[in-house]
Structures are given as C-alpha cells and as structure tokens.
C-alpha cells in the first residue's frame, strides 16, 4: 500500500492521463497478486512492481497504438493565486507537452530518475539496460525537456 503513491506517478508520467494511469496502476497490483508467488525476496517491491507497470504499458500501448495526451486538471491544485496559477499551469502544460515528445525511452527514465527518484542503478534494474544506457537517456531527455520549455539545452544560458 505505502508504494501506491509512487507507482501511481510512475503510472502518470507513462500514460500522461490520469485515468490511463489509475487503470495502469490498478491492472499491475492485480498483475503483482496473481504473481506473488513469483516475487524473489532479494528483489525490492518497487523495482518488481515499477517493471511489471512498465511491461503492461508497453503491450498496452503496443495493441491500442495510442499517442499520449496531457491530463492538466491535475495543475489546478499547484497554484494559489492567480499569477501563480497561470504561470504554473502554463509551466507544467509546456512541461508535460514536451514530456509527451520524449520517445519512450527516455520518458521511462525521467519518471523513474526524476519523478521518482529512484537511483541511475535502480533504474537500470528496471529498466533491464546498462547503468550508461539510463546516464545517455536521462542527459538526452533532459536538454530536450530544456530546450521544449525554456528555448534552451540543459546547462546553457541565454543572453538578453
């Protein structure tokens, strides 16, 4: 139960749509019980459970062939004033647009590194790809993420 939460966003940042995830979320809990004789106790349940939420999306979006659309009514509870409500929902719109862009890949790797934080070696364990291939992805993810919303890669500036 104490995983939910992280799985949920894990689920959030791979579909893009809430009601995607919660579907994800609640088809790899069903997955995860029916293969609880399965589980290798030296495994960690988050890294078993992110995999298992991993592979029924890739098969999902394999035989609907579905592109991702950004769910924003989640920006809504982010702001308390007007400016702030604006320029954060502007922000996250430009943010989970550009996220959209990302091939899989990548976008795999920020919901993992980044959203979740999990380690560069435990997303690897995921993932099932080296440590190096998780490093390239996330760098390649991030100057694209930068360049999408701000104009600019990744650890460069712009001059006014």
Known sequence: ?????????FALALTGRANDADDLVQD???????NLDRFAPDTRMDSWLFRIARNLWIDT???RNVRKTSDLSE???????????????????QTLGALAQLPEEQRNVVA???IDGLSYREAASVLEV??????SRLARARDALSLRVF???AGTETLQ
């Open 1 to 9: 139960m104490a995983l939910l939460p992280r799985l949920r966003r």
């Open 28 to 34: 790899t809990v069903e997955r995860a019980l029916r």
């Open 61 to 63: 979006t394999r035989s």
């Open 75 to 93: 920006a809504e509870t982010l702001a308390h004033d007007g400016a702030r409500a604006a320029e954060a929902h502007l922000l996250l719109s």
């Open 112 to 114: 993992l590194v980044l």
């Open 130 to 135: 080296p440590i190096g291939t998780v490093t």
């Open 151 to 153: 104009g600019h890669a």
